[in-house]
C-alpha cells in the first residue's frame, strides 16, 4: 500500500511540475483554479481546511493520551517513592 501511495504521489507531483510551466502558474490553487474553474479552487481549499482540522483534533488526541498516560506513570511512582 505504501509502494502504491508513492507511485502515486510521485505522479502527481511530476503532472503538476509539467503543467505548472507549461500554464505559467507557479501556485497550486492558481492551477487548479485553471484546471478545473473556481469550483476546482474552492473545493482545493476546503479539502486544505477539512485536512489541517483533522490533524489537529488527532494531535490533540495523542497530546490527551499522553497527558494521561503521565499522569498515571507520575501516580504509580509517587505511590511507589513514598511506601519506601
Do not use: P, W
Not at 502527481?12 to 484546471?35: G, K, N, T
Not at 479552487?41 to 494531535?59: A, D, H, P, R, T
Amino acid at each position: 500500500m505504501i509502494i502504491i501511495a508513492g507511485f502515486l504521489t510521485e505522479a502527481s507531483i511530476e503532472f503538476l511540475i509539467r503543467f505548472s510551466e507549461a500554464s505559467a502558474l507557479f501556485s497550486y490553487c492558481a492551477l487548479m483554479e485553471d484546471a478545473f474553474g473556481r469550483i476546482g479552487k474552492i473545493f482545493l481549499q476546503l479539502s486544505v481546511v477539512v485536512n489541517n482540522i483533522g490533524m489537529n483534533i488527532i494531535y490533540l488526541i495523542i497530546i490527551g493520551k499522553i497527558n494521561h498516560n503521565s499522569k498515571i506513570l507520575y501516580t504509580l511512582l509517587h505511590t511507589i517513592c513514598t511506601v519506601n
